[in-house]
């Protein structure tokens, strides 16, 4: 199911005031207890970066493959295909274990074949046909709210890093770097209609929607 998907950059302040207004009115998310987590993804893309350039160039539709965790968990590592279609998002995940990962990260790639997920499946063929591979890792700290009517769900991202070396997905200290004067994102994402409590909450001046990727942030640096 595709959900429309609104991005604004923003700073300090905007995001300390759209916390007290998200917490008067939202919930907050069940699986962050202490309010945020941290979120590691390591991005796919191909020799040609397909995926950075067809984001930089406004296709309007594309997609992207990601391995994630959060917290530093590997007991629970997904891979995820994100598909948009214009201002149109849709996600698509499936658990991979720790030997899954690393096997990937060290071009062993026979066992995908013969998985029994259809995710896996396809990442083989487009690893083996247009040779996707692992690119960087992207950190953030994630404040994430969620609203009931219109399954809306709002966050807001900060503390972007970069990871230059793939491989060190699987080791939580692996060295990432700050990416410069990267701002803060706040991400609303619902399903049929915005409620517009939500829409006045998450107003702010001088504001509009962009095409901010943390991916492309990120690779500015490797």
Same mark, same amino acid.
């Given at each position: $199911?595709?959900?429309? /998907?609104?991005?604004?950059?923003?700073?300090?302040?905007? #995001?300390?005031?759209? %916390?007290?207004?998200?917490? &008067?009115?939202?919930?907050?998310?069940?699986?962050?207890?202490?309010?945020?987590?941290?979120?590691?993804?390591?991005?796919?893309?191909?020799?040609?970066? @397909?995926?950075? #350039? +067809?984001?930089?160039?406004?296709?309007?539709?594309? /997609?992207?493959? %990601? =391995?994630?965790?959060?917290?530093?968990? =590997?007991?629970?590592?997904?891979?995820?295909?994100?598909?948009?279609?214009?201002?149109?998002? *849709?996600? +698509?995940s499936v658990?991979?274990?720790?030997? /899954?990962?690393?096997?990937?990260?060290?071009?062993?790639l026979s066992? $995908? &074949?013969?998985? !029994?997920?259809?995710?896996?499946? +396809?990442?083989?063929?487009? $690893? @083996?046909?247009?040779?996707?591979?692992?690119?960087?890792?992207?950190?953030?700290?994630? +404040?994430?709210?969620?609203?009931?009517?219109?399954?809306? @769900?709002?966050?807001?991202?900060?503390?972007? #890093? &970069?990871? =230059?070396?793939?491989?060190?997905?699987?080791?939580?200290?692996?060295? *990432?770097?700050p990416t410069?004067?990267?701002?803060?994102? =706040? /991400?609303?994402?619902?399903?049929?209609?915005?409620?517009?409590?939500?829409?006045?909450?998450?107003?702010?001046?001088? @504001?509009?929607?962009?095409?901010?990727?943390?991916?492309? &942030?990120? %690779?500015?640096? !490797?």
């Amino acid at each position: $199911m595709y959900r429309h /998907e609104w991005k604004h950059p923003i700073n300090l302040s905007d #995001r300390l005031a759209l %916390r007290q207004r998200l917490t &008067a009115i939202a919930q907050p998310d069940p699986h962050a207890p202490d309010g945020r987590y941290l979120v590691r993804s390591l991005y796919f893309d191909t020799p040609g970066d @397909r995926a950075l #350039r +067809e984001k930089l160039d406004g296709v309007n539709r594309r /997609e992207k493959f %990601r =391995l994630r965790c959060y917290n530093g968990d =590997l007991s629970l590592i997904h891979l995820e295909k994100k598909s948009k279609v214009g201002d149109l998002g *849709t996600k +698509e995940s499936v658990v991979v274990s720790v030997e /899954e990962v690393h096997s990937i990260l060290h071009g062993d790639l026979s066992w $995908m &074949a013969h998985s !029994g997920r259809t995710l896996v499946w +396809e990442l083989y063929i487009k $690893m @083996r046909s247009q040779l996707l591979l692992p690119k960087i890792i992207v950190d953030y700290t994630r +404040e994430p709210f969620v609203y009931p009517p219109g399954n809306v @769900r709002v966050t807001l991202d900060y503390n972007l #890093r &970069a990871g =230059l070396s793939p491989a060190g997905f699987l080791h939580p200290d692996c060295p *990432t770097i700050p990416t410069g004067d990267s701002p803060a994102i =706040l /991400e609303v994402k619902w399903d049929a209609y915005l409620p517009q409590v939500i829409r006045q909450a998450v107003q702010l001046p001088g @504001r509009r929607a962009s095409a901010f990727s943390k991916y492309a &942030a990120c %690779r500015v640096y !490797g």
